[in-house]
C-alpha cells in the first residue's frame, strides 16, 4: 500500500516556476514507476511526466518537455516536479501517481495504482 501526498502549487506568473513534491509512505516504494498527471476544468486527465522505479528513464508530454523535469528520491520517498517557464495552460490540478504496470511511460491514468489529492497550480498571465 502506497500513500501520496503533493505539496508545492500556488499561484504564480506566466514565466515564473514552480517545484512541486509529493511524499510517499509505503515499504515498497522504489518499487513503483511514477508519474505526474495535470487536469484542468472541464478537462480529461492528462499525463505529464514519467520516471522509472530506479530515476534511470524519464518520459514528459510533448507539451512541457525542455521546461519540466521529474525527479525521485527513494531513499527520502520522494518524488518531485520542476516546472519552468511556466504558461497559462499550464494551470490544473497536479497529481502524484504510483504505477507497478511496465507500460507506465504511456501515460494512460489506468495503468497507475495509486494517487495523491491533488495540488492546484494556477499560473496568470
Known amino acids: 500500500q502506497v500513500q501520496l501526498v503533493e505539496s508545492g502549487g500556488g499561484l504564480v506568473q506566466g514565466g515564473g516556476s514552480l517545484r512541486l513534491s509529493c511524499a510517499a509512505s509505503?515499504?515498497?516504494?522504489?518499487?513503483?514507476?511514477m508519474g505526474w498527471f495535470r487536469q484542468a476544468p472541464g478537462k480529461e486527465r492528462d499525463f505529464v511526466a514519467a520516471?522509472?522505479?530506479?530515476?534511470?528513464?524519464?518520459y514528459y508530454a510533448d507539451s512541457v518537455k525542455g521546461r519540466f523535469t521529474i525527479s525521485r528520491d527513494n531513499a527520502k520517498n520522494m518524488v518531485a516536479l520542476q516546472m519552468n517557464s511556466l504558461k497559462p495552460e499550464d494551470t490544473a490540478v497536479y497529481y502524484c501517481a504510483a504505477s507497478s504496470a511496465a507500460a507506465y511511460y504511456r501515460g494512460s491514468t489506468s495503468l497507475y495504482d495509486y494517487w495523491g489529492q491533488g495540488t492546484q497550480v494556477t499560473v496568470s498571465s
Open positions: 509505503g515499504r515498497f516504494f522504489s518499487s513503483y514507476h
Open positions: 520516471i522509472s522505479w530506479s530515476g534511470g528513464r524519464t
